[in-house]
Structures are given as structure tokens and as C-alpha cells.
């Protein structure tokens, strides 16, 4: 921070510093950053260029004679601020590099580098650097699994080289363009031909789109499609070494897919079921090798999210768990084990987190309001957003499978999808949504949704009261953190890291925040106690 803005300018300096952006040898000497790009002996090159004329200091100066001046310097300074997030969001040590910065524009060099130090002080003993080196932590212990580092015993028979997919959905595809993303090859099985074109328009537009970014040349965007085939044909599954089914999260039609993947697939071929909530043991009984079947938890969309929740279930053998980190790591996932409970970890725990959402809302909270409140926080979107996003169709059909233990005290939700408002697909949900307004993505709060909130309330006697947003926020965190206490209990998660892991890198949860059993770590015990017995009681 010190030496840089007096080398190039306050103003470029920051945005290298801001973006963190590479560049090339010649973008650094127009920029006067390096003095000369030279081949053939760079050390005579250099001994020569270090006893000649400083040819290149008339340039410098005159580059960073406007950032420098006193004048310019509040604006420049300003400016950086503007472009980076608030403090609270994550913000905190892109701020005092700036404020790092501000000191090279306007004091020497020495008392410079004298505030630069006493920043990075402050950085080092700040919560947000303590959160984020507990996550940097965790990350490292996730292929600790009894004991033993799961990758170092991983045999080289656990290596996938091929794949198959059943299922050419939005899942499906985006599970393909994941495994061809990291140099696997894979085969589509779907009956229905609308579902293959559409995923062979996903797989081409997702590579095509990496072109126009610049992230692929046009050559290797069709190597990659062309490592994705689609048929109807079964039997192309089997010389596959993993399949993944990803089909309608309906148990029977699950198990038929698995028993007859059990025929076709080759001896000592993984199955693994994408499923987000249902039993991997109910799974695995339909076929003759339960000791390969496992749970392989993508997120949506598949080829985007980091984030991969390896499921064992009973009879899963360790080199199953062993190959499914070992893919892990190539599909550059974020691997976590989970035990097969109820939507494992990351689902089980968001259930109880918008249940506690529609219980303040039934006490008269706004959704928007609501949502308001952990986007301020730190996550992308609130919970109401959330459930919107992913259909409330989808909660619906959880709610009646876990029966008296659904989203809420009321029937909010079932008037909500008797009535056709399904979320985002059917522009309207818990929100409204426009396509004049960002893209029919954006949320518009909704009276009418808030009146059946109030009506719902009163028939099942909740009277509305006052909450702060302390008292949002803090019900919600603490209705994850609770959830999670009891997933380790249980033996489901295996470490509180774990959890953090999966909020992070699967759910939003904001990085600085450390995740939701970091958070509630380090928030007050009192607080904590007195949240979770209201919890209880609720």
C-alpha cells in the first residue's frame, strides 16, 4: 500500500489492489510499474538497466503528480471507498487498505508505513480476520473422517473416469457441465426428448457464454460439449465408474431408477443419488451393492456452486467415501460428509431457519422486512426471497412429508400454493415479481401476502407484537445454530466446521460472519441461552 501508489498513482494502485486482478508484462511497463521487459542474460540486462539512467522517472512523475496532490487525493480516496461493500458486509479490510493508501498519498513514507502497520494490526485482532481464518481452517479439516485423512487412503481404484447422469433437468445438465468442466467425460440418460434438447441448448449456451467471457477459446467450449453425449439408451451406463440419478424427488421413483441402475452398471460402480432430502439406506436397499451407493448433494446450479455434501449412508464402504472426495477435489468442491438424516446438513438446518422465518412473520413481521434484515447481515437474499427462488411448491411438498413439523403454525403456505403462487417461476410468491423490474428476479412486497399472514395468525390465536431487528436477526441465527448443536450431537455433522462449511459455500452465509456455529461461538453466551430457550418454546 505503500510503495505502489508511489510508484503509479493512487488511482491505479487502488484498483490493482481493490480487484485483484493479474495483467501482463507489457500491461506493467505502460504502466511504469517494471522498467523494461528484456530476454536473452536478464542479470547483465539488469545490472545494466540498474547502473544507467533512471530514463523512466519523469514518467512516473508525471503519472502520479495528479493523484498525489493534495487536491486530488480526498477524491481518489472517496472514491475507493464508494466501490467496495460497507464495513458490515464484508467490507472491513478492503476499508483500511484505503484508508492505507490515503496515509502514501498524504504523509512520507515513514509515518506511511507506520499507519499501514498499525492497520494491519487492527485487521489481524478484528472479528471478521478471525472468522475468516476460522474458515480457512475448516476447509483443510473437511477430509478428516474417523480419524484419518480420507484423500492420503484414497486407492488408486477410486479414480472416476467416466460418468453417466439419469435425469436432463436443470440438475442433470448442470451436473454434466460440472464433470466435463473438470476434464471427465459423462453421458445423459432421459426419455423425454423436450428435456435432452433443452439440456443440449443448457450444456452449448453454458460453454458459449465462457467464450464470450474470455474464460474459454472456441475450441475447448466444443471439446467440452462434445464430452457430454445425451441418449435414451440405458445401457450407454454401463462402463461407467460413477452414475449420479438425478430425477423428481419422489422416493419410489428413486428406488426403481437405482434398481435398475443396479443391473446395468458394472461391478464396483459407484450409484449415487442426488437427492436433497430423502434416505440414501431407502435408496441403497434397492440394489445388490448398497456398500457404492452414497449421496452426492449438488447445489444448484451444479457446474457454479462449490459446495458438495458427500452423503453416507449405513453401508457406504470408506473407499466409496474415499473416490467421492477424491471427486471432490477434482470438480474443485467443497467436499462435506454428512450422515444420512433428514436433509442432511445444509437442508435439515435451512428447514428450521425459514420456519422461524414464517413464525415472525405470523407475529406480524413484514417478509420484506424480514429479508431486509439478513441481507444487511450479510446474505444475498432473505429467506423469503429464498423460498421464492426455489419454489414454494417444493416447501409445500416437504411440509407434508414431515407432517406436524412444517414451515409454520398456519396455513400460509398451502393458501399460497392452492393459490398458485409458486415463487419466481409463477411471478408471484411471498413477493411479487415484474419482468420490467430486474428481470423478474427483483422482490416486491406484497399486501396481500402480509393480510394472510395477519388473518392465518389470528385464526390460530398468535397476537402480533413488536421485534426489533435484533430480534429478527438473532432468531434466525440461532434457529441454524441450534439445529447444527444437534446435527453434531447426532453424529450427522462431524464437526462444527463442517456446518460453517456448508452455510458458506452452499447457503450465502456471509464469510466474515464465519458461518452459523462460528457466529453463535462468538456471540454472547446470555443472549445465546436466553435465544435458544425462547426457541424452545416457541
Do not use: C
Amino acid at each position: 500500500t505503500q510503495r505502489l501508489p508511489r510508484l503509479i498513482g493512487a488511482r491505479a494502485a487502488l484498483e490493482f489492489m481493490l480487484k485483484g486482478a493479474s495483467i501482463s508484462a507489457e500491461r506493467a511497463l505502460e504502466l511504469t510499474i517494471i522498467d523494461e521487459i528484456a530476454s536473452g542474460d536478464l542479470i547483465e540486462r539488469a545490472k545494466a538497466l540498474a547502473n544507467g539512467s533512471k530514463r523512466r522517472l519523469s514518467e512516473r512523475q508525471a503519472i502520479i503528480a495528479e493523484d498525489l496532490s493534495m487536491q486530488a487525493a480526498p477524491y481518489v480516496v472517496a472514491q475507493a471507498h464508494k466501490m467496495v461493500p460497507p464495513e458490515q458486509n464484508g467490507g472491513f479490510a478492503a476499508h483500511k487498505l484505503i484508508d492505507a493508501v490515503q496515509a502514501a498519498v498524504e504523509l512520507p513514507f515513514s509515518f506511511g508505513i507506520a499507519r499501514e502497520a498499525r492497520l494491519f494490526d487492527e485487521l489481524v485482532r478484528s472479528a471478521p480476520s478471525l472468522a475468516l481464518r476460522h474458515i480457512f481452517f475448516a476447509e483443510r479439516e473437511l477430509t478428516k473422517v474417523d480419524g484419518l485423512d480420507v484423500l492420503r487412503q484414497a486407492q488408486d481404484d477410486t479414480t472416476v473416469e467416466k460418468v453417466g447422469v439419469v435425469g436432463a433437468g436443470t440438475m442433470g445438465s448442470g451436473i454434466a457441465i460440472a464433470f466435463a468442466q473438470a476434464g471427465i467425460p459423462a453421458v445423459v440418460v432421459d426419455t423425454n426428448d423436450e428435456a435432452v434438447d433443452k439440456a443440449r441448448q443448457t450444456v452449448m449456451g453454458m460453454f458459449m457464454y465462457q467464450v464470450q467471457k474470455g474464460k474459454l477459446t472456441q475450441e475447448e467450449a466444443w471439446k467440452r460439449g462434445q464430452s457430454i453425449r445425451f441418449t435414451d439408451d440405458w445401457s450407454e451406463l454401463a462402463d461407467a465408474d460413477l452414475i449420479v440419478e438425478a430425477v423428481f424427488e419422489d422416493l419410489d421413483v428413486k428406488r426403481d431408477v437405482f434398481r435398475k441402475l443396479d443391473g446395468i452398471a458394472k461391478p464396483g460402480a459407484i450409484l449415487a443419488t442426488n437427492t436433497s432430502t430423502l434416505d440414501v439406506d431407502a435408496i441403497a436397499q434397492a440394489t445388490q451393492r448398497p456398500d457404492r451407493v452414497l449421496g452426492l448433494h449438488f447445489f444448484v446450479p451444479a457446474n457454479i456452486m462449490p459446495l458438495l455434501e458427500i452423503v453416507r449412508g449405513r453401508k457406504t464402504s470408506p473407499q466409496t467415501i474415499a473416490a467421492a472426495f477424491k471427486l471432490g477435489k477434482k470438480l474443485r468442491k467443497k467436499a462435506v460428509l454428512s450422515g444420512n438424516a433428514f436433509g442432511f446438513i445444509g437442508n435439515r438446518m435451512i428447514f428450521d431457519y425459514l420456519r422461524e422465518a414464517n413464525a415472525l412473520a405470523e407475529e406480524g413481521v413484514a417478509p420484506a422486512r424480514i429479508d431486509a434484515v439478513m441481507k444487511r447481515f450479510g446474505f444475498p437474499m432473505g429467506p423469503f426471497a429464498m423460498s421464492d427462488l426455489s419454489g414454494l411448491d417444493v416447501g409445500w411438498h416437504i411440509q407434508k412429508a414431515r407432517g406436524a413439523e412444517g414451515l409454520g403454525r398456519t396455513n400460509v403456505l398451502e393458501r399460497l400454493v392452492e393459490a398458485k403462487r409458486l415463487g419466481q417461476k409463477t411471478m408471484a410468491g411471498y413477493f411479487k415479481y415484474d419482468k420490467a423490474v430486474g428481470k423478474g428476479r427483483e422482490p416486491i412486497p406484497d399486501p396481500e401476502v402480509e393480510q394472510i399472514f395477519a388473518e392465518e395468525a389470528r385464526k390460530a390465536g398468535i397476537a402480533p407484537r413488536d421485534v426489533s431487528d435484533d430480534e429478527i436477526r438473532d432468531r434466525l441465527l440461532h434457529a441454524l445454530a441450534d439445529r447444527g448443536r444437534h446435527l453434531v450431537d447426532e453424529g450427522v455433522a462431524l464437526r462444527p466446521g463442517d456446518i460453517d462449511i456448508v452455510y458458506v459455500y452452499g447457503y450465502g452465509f456471509p464469510p466474515h460472519h464465519g458461518g452459523p456455529m462460528w457466529y453463535a461461538s462468538q456471540s454472547h453466551p446470555e443472549r445465546s441461552r436466553g435465544m435458544t430457550e425462547q426457541l424452545a418454546h416457541a
